[in-house]
């Protein structure tokens, strides 16, 4: 559904946030995220972290607090 979802988008940036759900749910939007190319964010909420998974395979992380404008 995931990959459908994101093959009928019109969208200029598609970015998948696998952050909640259940652990089948989230592997699965990850999943169809790298098979689709596009990018993937999962939110450490513990850590106060985004983490990026870019479509080439690389991560990338930023602080959540950067992204809240504080």
């Known amino acids: ?3 459908d979802l994101i093959e009928r988008g019109s969208f200029s940036t598609t970015v998948v ?3 909640g759900g ?3 749910m989230s592997v699965g939007a990850f999943l169809a ?7 993937a964010l999962y ?13 080439d395979r ?4 930023g602080e959540l607090r ?3 404008g504080q």
């Open 43 to 55: 939110v450490d909420t513990a850590n106060e972290r985004l983490i990026w998974f870019h479509p």
């Open 22 to 24: 259940t652990k089948c």
């Open 33 to 39: 995220a790298r098979e689709a190319g596009v990018m």
């Open 66 to 68: 950067a992204a809240r």
């Open 1 to 3: 559904m995931v990959l």
């Open 58 to 61: 690389q991560c990338s992380c």
């Open 17 to 19: 946030n696998f952050t």
